[in-house]
């Protein structure tokens, strides 16, 4: 093989190295987070839980008001699981014409999902 070959190469697998490191670090920095703060991002990200757009909950920016507020959430639901059922979308714990879909059973959320979510939900 010759030099320039190896030169290209070289550079291409330091490159490869230096791109997939950042990625290394979220999730080492993801599987460092507590649920509560995995809970937390879930809530807030748009392309999941997405609770800003209807609810106003913690210190989320721009919270929606077609949902009541997330507070006093322990008081709301002192068992944990009704909350739970709530999220993920029970026939027994849907409120009839609630516009909050069903998140574990229309697949929008994992069940672990909606585990951190519940967690972090509890604690406003």
Known sequence: MNSKMKQLLSALAITGLVVSAPATSVQAAE?????????????????????LAC?????????????????????????KQKLYNKIWGTKDHMVPHSMMPAFGGN???????ISKIVDYIYTL
């Open 31 to 51: 599987k460092a987070a507590s649920p509560i703060e995995v809970g937390k991002k879930l809530a807030y990200s748009r392309s999941k839980g997405n609770c």
């Open 55 to 79: 609810h106003m909950a913690g210190d989320g920016q721009m919270p929606g008001t077609i949902g009541p507020p997330l507070v006093a959430m322990k008081i709301r639901y002192p068992d």
């Open 107 to 113: 697949g929008i959320l994992s069940d672990d999902e």
